[in-house]
């Protein structure tokens, strides 16, 4: 009996000892709600450095396990990375020119199989961005999802795309790059 209950004593001192030493990362959650200026709130906890911290999506960044980006990858283009270069600059150009700067490349090189495509998107002040990519045809496409606090302005952003095409099969075909069919470029040949 007297053994058992050292055991017992061991065991959980020895557990209260190792859990003071875990680190935890935490996640503040806040989303609105339907009714005017009202919110809930949540906190997630993880151990620190686990492997659950990198679901959290925070920032512009690119959603890395997507359907579209894996369906992408099977063709032979990894998708990198998504970074914003220039936040919001609401005032480089008027209401009026904005738009005509909208979902427009405007850099692309490619430096052996990486290929950097820095494109400009308007959107909400405030905003970051999740991006994705698939392939139409001859075309990688790319795409995104703004998200954050809609604010009472609209904002021109430099976005970043890059990608690996050491897996590219000419036989596929790809060529171009864009948004649309309308706005694609020509991928550049390996430098």
């Not at 209950?5 to 000892?17: C, H, P, R, T, V």
């Not at 490349?105 to 961005?129: A, G, M, Q």
């Not at 990608?163 to 040949?189: A, E, H």
Request: glycine share 4%; hydrophobic share 35%.
């Amino acid at each position: 009996m007297i053994k058992a209950m050292i055991i017992i004593l061991g065991i959980f001192y020895s557990s209260s000892i190792y859990a003071q030493k875990i680190k935890y990362d935490t996640v503040f959650i806040k989303r609105p709600m339907y009714y005017h200026d009202q919110y809930e709130t949540d906190t997630i906890v993880m151990p620190a450095g686990t492997s659950w911290s990198t679901q959290v999506l925070t920032g512009t960044s690119l959603l890395k396990n997507s359907k579209k980006l894996s369906s992408l990858s099977l063709n032979g283009v990894r998708a990198i990375s998504l970074e914003m270069l220039e936040p919001c600059s609401e005032d480089e150009l008027s209401i009026d020119n904005l738009y005509d700067e909208h979902r427009r490349i405007v850099s692309l090189k490619r430096e052996n199989d990486i290929l950097t495509v820095d494109v400009t998107v308007v959107s909400y002040c405030c905003n970051h961005f999740l991006g994705e990519a698939y392939l139409a045809t001859d075309t990688i496409t790319l795409s995104y999802i703004d998200y954050g606090e809609n604010c009472s302005c609209h904002c021109l952003y430099t976005l970043s795309y890059k990608f690996d095409l050491s897996d590219l099969q000419d036989s596929l075909g790809i060529k171009y790059i864009g948004f649309t069919s309308k706005n694609r470029k020509k991928i550049p040949k390996k430098s």
